[in-house]
């Protein structure tokens, strides 16, 4: 397959270099070549979103709870997730499509802007391949295929580091000016590429905080850097500034405003004092080594061969020459934007088990330095292999590392790299009958996006004996969210959780989900748990009062119980 990518390259390329005209021509030929790809790319994933058969995750369906009650900002989260779910459901409607049809685009919007940085860094040409191969690099990690096709927070902060990390670079390249910058208005249309750098970081912070480490490392670029420009980029910063505090103004309002819950979620994730955990804070336990280990492996795992491109980059580019200016700091970008994410969940996992996807942002910056590197090594590579091939079949000595014909790292990891994306995304494609086989079947996570159909069905028959007036409480956020969009009628479910003593939910802040309202005291209700050894009466009469509850079904693990005649919340009986 790769053989047949690269002669379509090279047809779609072919140029005389000694022919001006021609030459000129495909300075752009290569740049057409990365937009097509994108195009192509996008197009497949949204059918792909059209026809996966998955039903809704937990977050997703989270997500799109929120979107039916607009707020400035949710406990856990900012507000752009939902408020982009909600446009997307307004366009496709409400289903698994409507809720994911966002998911393809800001991929799409992700590899675009990873893309122009390549294309700027390489210049000319050169900056055309760096692009395809910037493409082709993102296309290669696995994680991003995920965020391509279930909408979550990640894919649209990916997005929004891409664009930062471009207005960023463009930002240092305009101060440079001449060839080195690419640019020669410097200072005067500086502040344009801070603008940008500054809305792309405070919209991503809408959707998810982590993209503030970027930002520090971004800005830690333009300071270190700083020698090497004509001209002040602090116009520029300071635009950044401005319209970055303007676009997260309504998620601190909304913080000021209740006692500041999403930095008291933060706080959790490592159980630090002032938290939102049951008590404040967690239980002190010790450090495991499988902490570490596990963050180490999942970065390595969820990019696979080509995080050995990557570095290669960040490498070989910070110690090139003066001459090779603007590729040195596409290197600084993509090292000083990675850095920070990478170190400060080393140091998380000092204290807990860091889920794969929270350094997602990392490998973000170093990808256009990659996609310059990429490109000069496999022209390197085929000018050996025609060199190779050009000697008589006895005399071709062995000049490889897996194969007889010449290979280079590079070279190697990029095919690979290719083949595991390509792997990997099948494999997102085939989870049921992936989940049936032996050996590997219990390692692939079905049951995220398949079982709540069934469940709801199920507690609807239960609610429909109860008659009119019967709501339906979840005991944790996640079952909660995948009821209120499996239930015929969508209706309002309550959530329980931390009644129950687990971390306070978006639930808890929304007036419409208040378990203490007067409104629903006398009413039966179905209550949803994961089954377990204490009777259902003792696991829901420590926050929740009925004047009886006995179990009605069971579904898998998960209990469907009747709470007849609700009595109210205790106060003080769950953790709050």
Same mark, same amino acid.
């Given at each position: 397959m790769n053989g047949v990518l690269r002669r379509v390259l090279v047809e779609f390329t072919r140029v005389n270099t000694a022919d001006p005209v021609q030459l000129e021509a495909a300075k752009g030929r290569w740049w057409r070549a990365a937009l097509a790809l994108i195009v192509v790319v996008t197009v497949v994933r949204v059918v792909m979103v059209a026809v996966l058969p998955y039903e809704l995750a937990a977050d997703e369906a989270q997500y799109w709870d929120w979107s039916r009650h607009f707020s400035l900002a949710y406990h856990t989260k900012g507000p752009a997730i939902a408020w982009s779910i909600a446009a997307t459901t307004a366009l496709a409607g409400v289903s698994e499509f409507g809720v994911r049809l966002g998911a393809p685009l800001y991929a799409g919007a992700f590899v675009l802007a990873l893309a122009a940085l390549a294309r700027r860094i390489g210049g000319g040409e050169a900056g055309g391949k760096a692009a395809l191969w910037a493409v082709l690099l993102a296309l290669s990690i696995p994680a991003y295929h995920a965020t391509a096709l279930l909408m979550t927070i990640d894919g649209p902060m990916l997005a929004c580091w891409a664009l930062a990390g471009l207005g960023a670079y463009r930002l240092h390249a305009g101060a440079v000016g001449g060839a080195a910058g690419g640019a020669v208005d410097g200072e005067r249309g500086g502040w344009r590429w801070g603008l940008l750098f500054g809305a792309a970081l405070g919209v991503g912070v809408l959707f998810k905080a982590t993209i503030l480490l970027g930002g520090v490392g971004m800005l830690a670029f333009l300071w270190l850097l700083r020698s090497e420009r004509k001209h002040s980029v602090l116009p520029g910063v300071i635009a950044a500034g401005v319209v970055m505090a303007v676009a997260v103004s309504p998620m601190i309002v909304w913080n000021a405003q209740h006692d500041w819950g999403s930095v008291r979620h933060l706080l959790g994730h490592v159980g630090l004092s002032g938290s939102d955990l049951p008590g404040g804070a967690a239980k002190a336990r010790g450090?495991?080594?499988?902490?570490?280990?596990?963050?180490?492996?999942?970065?390595?795992?969820?990019?696979?061969?080509?995080?050995?491109?990557?570095?290669?980059?960040? &490498?070989?580019?910070?110690?090139?020459?003066?001459?090779?200016?603007?590729? !040195?700091?596409?290197?600084?970008?993509?090292?000083?934007?990675?850095?920070?994410?990478?170190?400060?969940?080393?140091?998380?996992?000092?204290?807990?088990?860091?889920?794969?996807?929270?350094?997602?942002?990392?490998?973000?910056?170093?990808?256009?330095?990659?996609?310059?590197?990429?490109?000069?090594?496999?022209?390197?590579?085929?000018?050996r292999v025609r060199g190779w091939l050009a000697l008589p079949a006895q005399e071709r000595p062995r000049a490889g590392i897996l194969r007889r014909r010449p290979e280079s790292v590079v070279q190697v990891a990029l095919h690979w790299g290719l083949g595991?994306?390509?792997?990997?995304?099948?494999?997102?494609?085939?989870?049921?009958?992936? @989940?049936?086989?032996?050996?590997?079947? @219990?390692?692939?996570?079905?049951?995220?996006?398949?079982?709540?159909?069934?469940?709801?069905?199920?507690?609807? &028959?239960? &609610?429909?004996?109860?008659?009119?007036?019967?709501?339906?409480?979840?005991?944790?956020?996640?079952?909660?969210?995948?009821?209120?969009?499996?239930?015929?009628?969508?209706?309002?479910?309550?959530?329980?959780?931390?009644?129950?003593?687990?971390? !306070?939910?978006?639930?808890?802040?929304?007036?419409?989900?208040?378990?203490?309202?007067?409104?629903?005291?006398? !009413?039966d209700a179905v209550l949803v748990d994961h089954a377990g050894r204490t009777p259902v009466g003792e696991r829901w009469g420590g926050a929740l009062r009925f004047e009886s509850v006995e179990e009605a079904a069971k579904v898998g693990r998960v209990a469907v119980s009747v709470g007849r005649g609700y009595v109210g919340a205790v106060k003080g009986g769950g953790a709050r």
């Open positions: 450090y495991r080594l499988s902490w570490t280990l596990g963050y180490l492996g999942a970065l390595v795992a969820l990019a696979g061969p080509v995080v050995v491109v990557l570095g290669v980059a960040a &490498r070989g580019a910070l110690r090139r020459k003066a001459n090779d200016a603007a590729e !040195r700091a596409g290197a600084v970008l993509g090292v000083c934007a990675a850095l920070p994410v990478l170190l400060t969940y080393l140091v998380v996992s000092l204290f807990t088990d860091v889920e794969g996807n929270w350094a997602i942002g990392a490998w973000v910056a170093l990808i256009p330095i990659g996609g310059v590197v990429a490109a000069r090594a496999m022209g390197e590579h085929a000018a595991y994306g390509l792997v990997a995304t099948a494999g997102m494609c085939l989870l049921g009958p992936l @989940s049936r086989l032996p050996v590997i079947g @219990s390692l692939v996570p079905i049951e995220r996006v398949s079982g709540a159909r069934a469940l709801a069905a199920e507690v609807e &028959r239960v &609610r429909g004996a109860l008659g009119d007036g019967a709501f339906v409480v979840g005991s944790k956020y996640t079952t909660t969210a995948l009821l209120a969009f499996y239930l015929p009628g969508r209706p309002t479910v309550f959530c329980a959780g931390s009644w129950l003593g687990d971390r !306070r939910s978006a639930y808890d802040t929304l007036s419409v989900t208040d378990l203490g309202a007067v409104g629903l005291l006398g !009413r």
